[in-house]
C-alpha cells in the first residue's frame, strides 16, 4: 500500500499541470484599449499592437506576455526604461490596476469590461433616438397586430423584425423572410402561397409557400413597396379570410401568420403613384415604426464598430475620429462592412484611421415620415400645372389612373367620369393600350 502511495505521488510530482488562464484584461493606452489574449508589443515602431508617437519611447519598448497564468510586464532594453506603478522594472508581473509608464505616456491594466449587450433580441444600440422605437417594438411584440417597419437600406429592419418575433409568444415558430423585390414575377404566387405538384411546368413536388412555411410563426415581407400589383390583391385577400389557396390546390387552407412587413419607400407616396393599393396599406399598418439613420444616432457608431470587431482588436484614436465622421450612407450594413474588412486588411491588432476603406457617396437629407392621414404630400408627388397644354395634363391624368389601379379600364374610367369607349380611344392615340 505505501508502495502504490509513493508511486502515486512521483507521479502527480512529476505530471505536468496546466497553468491557470491568465484573468481576462485589458490594456488601456492613450486614445484606445486592447484586450489581453496573447503578447502585446508596445513602442514607437507601427508593427507594434499598441504605437505610442512619443520621442521618449524607444521603436519596440516593452512587452506585455501570458506567463504561468498570469500577465508578465518585460522591458526590452529600452533607452528611457518600463516603469511600473513609480519603479523602473526590467521584468515584473501585473494585474488589474498596474499603472505602466512609457515615456510620457501612461498605460492602466483593467479587467475587461463585457461589450455592449443587445438591448433587445438582436438589436445593439446606445442612442437616445432609438429608445422611443425600441419601447414601441417591445409593447407591440406581444400582440397580434401586423407591423411595418420602415427605414433606409441597411438600418436593420429584418434585425428589428427578428426580435418582435423573439419577443412575441410565436417565438417557439418559424420565422420566414422574404424579399418581395426578388420575387419572380411568373411564379410569385407560388413563391408566396405555395403550389401543388403538376401545378406547372418543373413544380415536380409540391412547396409551402412563404405562407405555408411560416404557419404558428412570423412571415417578413421585406420590401413589401415593390409587391407586384396582382400579388396584392391575394395578399389582402389572405390577410382578411387567414387562409391562403396554393397555386393548383382545389381548396384554401387555413394559416395562422403574423405579417410583419418593411420598407425604405414611402407607402403614401407609392398610392398615389397607383402602385400600391390603399386598401392593403390599412391592412398592414396596425403599428408602424421607423429605424432612423446610423448618422441621426452616431453615438451608437462607435459600439456597433467594437461590437463587429474581433476581441483581440481595437481601434486607434484617429480610426475612432474617422468612423465618427463619416456620414454612413449604408448605415449599419455599411459599418459591419466596413470594420470587417478593416480587420481583415490591418495587420496590427490596433487599427489605424488608413485601414478603413469608405463609400463616398453622400447620403440623402433624413427626416422623420409621418404615416398618418393629412400628411403633406411631397413634391414629387405633385404637377406643376403652369405651361402645360390641356392634352399634356389629359395624358397624366390617364397615365397617373392607369397605373393607379393596375390597368382596370373599368375603374379608370369611373375616375375619370368618361365612357369605356372614349378611354379606349384615348388609350389607343396614346399607345397606352395593352
Given at each position: ?337 466596413v470594420v470587417q474588412l478593416a480587420s481583415l486588411l490591418s495587420e ?87
Amino acid at each position: 500500500m505505501e508502495a502504490i502511495l509513493a508511486l502515486a505521488d512521483r507521479v502527480t510530482a512529476d505530471s505536468p499541470r496546466e497553468a491557470p488562464a491568465p484573468q481576462p484584461l485589458a490594456l488601456h493606452f492613450p486614445g484606445g484599449v486592447i484586450g489581453l489574449q496573447s503578447t502585446v508589443s508596445v513602442g514607437a515602431d507601427t508593427t507594434n499592437q499598441v504605437v505610442l508617437e512619443d520621442r521618449y519611447v524607444s521603436r519596440f519598448h516593452c512587452r506585455l506576455l501570458p506567463h504561468g497564468g498570469r500577465w508578465l510586464l518585460k522591458d526590452l532594453a529600452s533607452t528611457n526604461g518600463t516603469f511600473l506603478d513609480g519603479a523602473r522594472i526590467a521584468e515584473a508581473d501585473v494585474d488589474a490596476g498596474a499603472r505602466i509608464r512609457v515615456g510620457s505616456a501612461e498605460l492602466r491594466i483593467e479587467e475587461t469590461a463585457p461589450r455592449l449587450q443587445a438591448t433587445l433580441p438582436g438589436l445593439v444600440t446606445r442612442d437616445p433616438a432609438l429608445a422611443p422605437v425600441l419601447e414601441l417594438l417591445r409593447r407591440a411584440a406581444p400582440s397580434s397586430l401586423p407591423v411595418t417597419i420602415l427605414g433606409e437600406s441597411g438600418t436593420g429592419k429584418e434585425v428589428a423584425a427578428r426580435a418582435l418575433h423573439e419577443l412575441s409568444d410565436r417565438s417557439g415558430g418559424p420565422f420566414v423572410p422574404l424579399n418581395c423585390g426578388a420575387i419572380s414575377r411568373e411564379l410569385a404566387e407560388a413563391e408566396l402561397f405555395g403550389h401543388e405538384k403538376g401545378a406547372f411546368t418543373g413544380a415536380i413536388t409540391s412547396a409551402p409557400g412563404a405562407f405555408g412555411a411560416a404557419d404558428g410563426g412570423t412571415l417578413f415581407l421585406d420590401e413589401i413597396a415593390d409587391l407586384p400589383s396582382r400579388l396584392q390583391v391575394t395578399l389582402l385577400r389572405a390577410l382578411e379570410a387567414g387562409e391562403v389557396k396554393p397555386v393548383g390546390a382545389p381548396k384554401p387552407r387555413c394559416i395562422d401568420v403574423r405579417v410583419v412587413c418593411a420598407t425604405h419607400q414611402d407607402l403614401r407616396l407609392r398610392i398615389r403613384e397607383g402602385a400600391f393599393r390603399e386598401d392593403l396599406f390599412y391592412r398592414l399598418r396596425g403599428v408602424t415604426l421607423e429605424l432612423p439613420p446610423l448618422r441621426a444616432r452616431p453615438r451608437d457608431i462607435l459600439p456597433l464598430a467594437e461590437h463587429f470587431l474581433p476581441p483581440d482588436r481595437s481601434f486607434a484614436p484617429d480610426a475612432r475620429a474617422a468612423l465618427l465622421a463619416h456620414p454612413w450612407p449604408g448605415n449599419v450594413r455599411e459599418l459591419r462592412h466596413v470594420v470587417q474588412l478593416a480587420s481583415l486588411l490591418s495587420e496590427a491588432q490596433v487599427i489605424r484611421a488608413y485601414a478603413l476603406r469608405f463609400d463616398d457617396s453622400p447620403p440623402r437629407a433624413w427626416a422623420p415620415r409621418v404615416c398618418e392621414p393629412g400628411a403633406t404630400a411631397p413634391a414629387e408627388s405633385t404637377v406643376e400645372l403652369r405651361g402645360r397644354t390641356l392634352y399634356e395634363l389629359e395624358e397624366l391624368a390617364i397615365r397617373a389612373a392607369l397605373a393607379r389601379h393596375g390597368g382596370n379600364r373599368r375603374a379608370i374610367s369611373a375616375e375619370l367620369g368618361i365612357a369605356r369607349s372614349s378611354l379606349l380611344r384615348k388609350l389607343d392615340a396614346l399607345r397606352l393600350r395593352g
